[in-house]
């Protein structure tokens, strides 16, 4: 079992910054690849960014060069760091770990971006 908690969500204007996070914990010597995924209203959930065990990354093209996926090992934390954001990057964001035979996720944490 591998839980996830997210924080860092909340309310910025265009332009802005946020840095979300996600700890993990429980057996996350199986998790092979963490993700971060964003859920608007009324649209399907999709993928943000990936870092792969190894640090290899990942990124929707609508974020590249505005999103960095990053993780501190020693915390057991990965971190989405979010600059120059725009109103369509609002959405619930989500933490997935993904291990051999099953995917995990976090509860979510919204993220706001005013016009």
């Known amino acids: 079992q591998v839980q996830l908690v997210e924080s860092g969500g909340g309310l910025v204007q265009a332009g802005g910054s946020l840095r979300l996070s996600c700890a993990a914990s429980?057996?996350?010597?199986?998790?092979?690849?963490v993700g971060w995924y964003r859920q608007a209203p009324g649209k399907q959930r999709e993928l943000v960014a990936t870092?792969?065990?190894?640090?290899?990354?990942n990124y929707a093209d609508s974020v590249k060069g505005r999103f960095t996926i990053s993780r501190d090992i020693a915390k057991n934390t990965v971190y989405l760091q979010m600059n120059s954001l725009e109103p369509e990057d609002t959405a619930v964001y989500y933490c997935?770990?993904?291990?051999?035979?099953?995917?995990?996720w976090g509860q979510g944490t919204q993220v706001t971006v005013s016009s």
């Open positions: 870092i792969t065990r190894v640090g290899l990354r």
């Open positions: 997935n770990a993904q291990v051999v035979t099953e995917d995990y």
């Open positions: 429980g057996n996350i010597f199986t998790i092979n690849v």
